[in-house]
């Protein structure tokens, strides 16, 4: 074994620091008296030590590392002899077996992407030829596409690392968020689905997560829930994730939460979703839990995004709105796909009265996310277009999510809200709220609408029958205030005092 034989023993055993240090003296050898190892070994060297700096983090170094590995490469020759070290035997046969060039390329391309240099990335995958693309790279292909919205180039990506392994669920998935149909989806994967036993759960799979990227939320919550209920898929936490979030996108406070709670039963270190959560607990006023959850999962994980967003959702809630921006902020330097991250900045930014700023990152929210309502409606974009009096905008805005998504409750409420701040449109408002209505008479947003509406109108017993039918099934503060506010008007002071009293426990 020579020495270089042994720098490779210790990367193969996870000597990190030790390959590190011993790399480091042998690459300043080879430049102080070139010939002492040959142009393979010092490629072998140089790709060693930055493997050894990637493990330590330091990805621009280790991207330079190696560059340097890759120009080394380059200068080999068939004919090239190893020259042994001195005091060494010759070199094995396993030391003539070189780290693949392919694999180098790869690394350099994770380094960029780390440090958030999507183009150069793209660029170094792409000077790959086609043929030796290996699943893995043509993975991070189609991620780093869609993130850039070459979305032609990210499909035809997803549909080769689904062409060699079929059974790759995040590219399916990522293949149906950029639009592609179900169907054909499926029958990708539909030969090695009829040839494996107990397999026949994924076409049903597939059909709900093309339900949730075309944002049919009730029929992709049917389809979870029948895959849920059967035997060998009950109580995956994966699927309970993804079913508290589509209740949480359809309105459905309670049974999300309760999703959420079931899952982290199951898995008490679960991260995914976590953020979703933390918010819907701060926004019904659990503080106290939120701080709890926070804590938790920063034990668990500092590195992803979802700590940080639950802490600034209780600093949001907490009313300080510094704080939660700057959370915010930490959270999409560690994930800048993080809608909840996107959500909660731009609400910080909103309420601090930087209302472009705001709607910089609501944008990038809904392009992330294009069927989560919670990107629109509430304080997010829609809002920060009628505060900056862009009633046009937000009149756009609306229009395109009530044609993308549908007609239902929340779409049909968000157009409402934005008709109601025009004068010539409030019959229209109270149209659409009454279709909502019809949908979901519990929808709450929709019967606060609509309660602001019979206000202005000064209907009060209308109002107050609409308010005490919403919360005959359930309890909200905001309800109960605002039946308050109507008794007021109708002289029944007394059981106003009682509604007051329920809002404010």
């Not at 339900?211 to 059967?230: P, Q, V, W, Y």
Request: glycine share 4%; charged share 20%; net charge positive.
């Amino acid at each position: 074994m020579n020495v270089v034989d042994h720098v490779r023993e210790m990367a193969v055993a996870g000597l990190h620091s030790n390959v590190r240090l011993l790399s480091s003296m042998l690459l300043t050898m080879s430049t102080n008296s070139t010939e002492l190892f040959s142009p393979s070994q010092k490629y072998q060297l140089l790709v060693y030590h930055a493997d050894a700096l990637f493990h330590d983090k330091e990805y621009r170094n280790a991207a330079c590392k190696y560059t340097m590995a890759l120009q080394q490469k380059k200068s080999l020759s068939k004919t090239s002899k190893v020259r042994p070290f001195p005091g060494s035997t010759t070199s094995s046969p396993q030391a003539q077996s070189l780290p693949s060039e392919i694999e180098v390329r790869y690394k350099i391309a994770e380094c960029y992407t780390i440090l958030k240099l999507d183009k150069d990335a793209i660029a170094v995958l792409e000077g790959i030829p086609t043929r030796q693309r290996t699943p893995k790279i043509n993975m991070m292909l189609a991620n780093l596409y869609k993130k850039a919205g070459q979305e032609r180039s990210a499909v035809t990506s997803y549909k080769e690392v689904i062409r060699q392994c079929p059974l790759a669920l995040d590219a399916i998935i990522g293949l149906l968020s950029l639009s592609v149909k179900g169907a054909e989806v499926a029958s990708m994967a539909m030969d090695v689905i009829q040839s494996i036993p107990n397999l026949d759960w994924l076409s049903v799979w597939i059909k709900a997560y093309a339900f949730i990227h075309s944002g049919d939320n009730m029929r992709a919550i049917n389809t979870i829930c029948s895959l849920e209920k059967k035997s060998l898929l009950r109580d995956n936490v994966d699927l309970l994730i993804s079913l508290a979030d589509l209740y949480f996108r359809a309105g459905d406070t309670k049974n999300s939460i309760l999703k959420f709670e079931q899952a982290q039963m199951l898995d008490p270190y679960v991260i995914k979703g976590m953020d979703v959560y933390g918010y819907l607990l701060a926004r019904e006023g659990h503080l106290e839990d939120v701080e709890v959850l926070g804590g938790r999962l920063f034990n668990i994980s500092d590195q992803h995004a979802e700590p940080w967003v639950i802490s600034g959702c209780h600093s949001f809630y907490s009313k300080r709105y510094s704080r939660a921006l700057y959370l915010g902020a930490k959270a999409i330097q560690l994930n800048s796909n993080s809608v909840q991250a996107l959500l909660l900045k731009g609400a910080a930014l909103r309420n601090m009265v930087r209302v472009q700023e705001a709607i910089i990152h609501f944008r990038e929210a809904m392009r992330l996310a294009p069927c989560r309502l919670d990107c629109y409606e509430g304080k997010c974009l829609i809002d920060c277009y009628l505060a900056s009096n862009s009633i046009r905008e937000a009149m756009g805005m609306a229009n395109n999510v009530y044609k993308t998504l549908g007609a239902n409750a929340q779409t049909l409420t968000i157009l409402a809200t934005v008709c109601l701040e025009d004068p010539m449109t409030q019959e229209k408002a109270k149209t659409l709220l009454d279709k909502a209505l019809a949908q979901r008479p519990d929808y709450i947003k929709a019967v606060v609408k609509k309660g602001e509406l019979l206000s202005r109108e000064q209907k009060y017993e209308e109002g107050i029958a609409l308010l005490r039918n919403a919360l005959a099934n359930q309890s909200d503060c905001v309800l109960h205030r605002m039946l308050g506010d109507f008794l007021v008007a109708v002289n029944d002071y007394q059981e106003a005092m009682d509604q007051y009293s329920i809002a404010l426990r």
